[in-house]
């Protein structure tokens, strides 16, 4: 199984709120069971720059060294995966940095890895785990 982490959701394992033993759950199949885990190097950098505005350079780049060891494939992203995420926003109200990791997820027949509910708009386009279930 490919799964797609969005900022989001690393956000939620890093700062341990709701959901966040999915991705360690995730995290340990990744290493025991070679299963993929991916993030878009734009939604790492969401990550690093959320890290940064409110903790300091310091603590950011601490971040960025817990990441770096955690089993997580990071996508540079090319023209292939730009021009998806276009189509996605033209079609969807995403904001263009979620329609990467929508995107990724895809091209990859992958599953996205998420709490952010504004992906609602795109689930019978890709596969979403939500880190919490859904409220009626």
Known sequence: MIRILDAHALMAFLEKEPGY???QDYFIAALEKDES??????NLGEVYSIVLRECGKEKADEIEKI????PIKIVEV????AKQAARLKARFKLSYLDCFSAALSKMQHGELIT???KFKSVED???IEWLREKKS
């Open 21 to 23: 033993q999915k991705i």
């Open 37 to 42: 885990l991916l993030i878009t190097s734009l």
């Open 67 to 70: 990441i770096r060891t955690l």
């Open 78 to 81: 090319n023209w292939s995966l």
């Open 115 to 117: 709490g952010n509910r």
């Open 125 to 127: 386009e890709i596969k």
